[in-house]
């Protein structure tokens, strides 16, 4: 059984950085792509971004992209997100999610397994 641990989260003024990790168990992790999104209170739950099983490919939601970057590190089974050039509406509950061989997907349908969340709060 796959479990997902996000760590890293917190509060940040506005302007500033945090990385996300979320570590992988229970299965081969290089065989998963590797997505995070995010839930604003209120709000459904949006795609951040993504990063596939094979050849480490990206995408990224237009709101994050040059700003938040996703990355693997397969030995250590864990991905991250570094989030740059924080803003208050970057406020949310992030999530990192999984699903074996998957191409690059926004979906949430797509993922299979999810981590219980973590916490960004941004301050203006």
């Known amino acids: 059984q796959v479990q997902l641990v996000e760590s890293g989260g917190g509060l940040v003024q506005a302007g500033g950085s945090l990385r996300l990790s979320c570590a992988l168990s229970?299965?081969?992790?290089?065989?998963?792509?590797m997505g995070w999104f995010r839930q604003a209170p209120g709000k459904e739950r949006e795609f951040v971004g993504v990063i596939s099983w094979s050849a480490g490919g990206t995408s990224y939601a237009d709101s994050v992209k040059g700003r938040f970057t996703i990355s693997r590190d397969n030995a250590k089974n864990t991905v991250y997100l570094q989030m740059n050039s924080l803003k208050p509406e970057d406020t949310a509950v992030y999530y990192c999610?999984?699903?074996?061989?998957?191409?690059?997907?926004?979906?949430?349908?797509?993922?299979?397994?999810w981590g219980q969340g973590t916490q960004v709060t941004v301050s203006s």
């Open positions: 999610a999984a699903d074996a061989f998957r191409g690059l997907s926004w979906r949430t349908s797509d993922y299979n397994y």
């Open positions: 229970g299965r081969t992790f290089s065989y998963y792509t």
